[in-house]
Nanobody, 126 residues
Framework: QVQLVESGGGLVQAGGSLRLSCVVSGRTFSRYAMGWFRQAPGKEREFVAAISWSGTSTYYADSVKGRFTISRDNAKNTRYLQMNSLKPEDAAVYYC???????????????????WGQGTQVTVSS
């Protein structure tokens, strides 16, 4: 059984930084692509960033490009989302999601991902 656990969320002032982590357990010897999504109150879930298993492919939403960086540590089965220059509009619950079908393909479509974490709250004060 696959389990994804996010951490690293919290309260930060606008302009500050946070690093989110997503630890994946289960299916130890399988490869997966990882996506980060977010959902603010009253809004639909939106794509943030994605990375392939090898790390050679990454993909970002225009709204975070140049400010957020997705990375991975396969030895630790962990994916990271470094968030810099945070804005109040970045406040949301952030979710990581894994796609075991196409591990070297990155995409922003939620339906691509098979497993989801429970989310971690990011709050940005102005």
């Amino acid at each position: 059984q696959v389990q994804l656990v996010e951490s690293g969320g919290g309260l930060v002032q606008a302009g500050g930084s946070l690093r989110l982590s997503c630890v994946v357990s289960g299916r130890t010897f399988s490869r997966y692509a990882m996506g980060w999504f977010r959902q603010a109150p009253g809004k639909e879930r939106e794509f943030v960033a994605a990375i392939s298993w090898s790390g050679t492919s990454t993909y970002y939403a225009d709204s975070v490009k140049g400010r957020f960086t997705i990375s991975r540590d396969n030895a630790k089965n962990t994916r990271y989302l470094q968030m810099n220059s945070l804005k109040p509009e970045d406040a949301a619950v952030y979710y990581c999601a894994a796609d075991y079908t196409l591990a070297e393909t990155v995409a922003g479509t939620a339906a691509k991902y098979d497993y989801w974490g429970q989310g971690t709250q990011v709050t940005v004060s102005s």
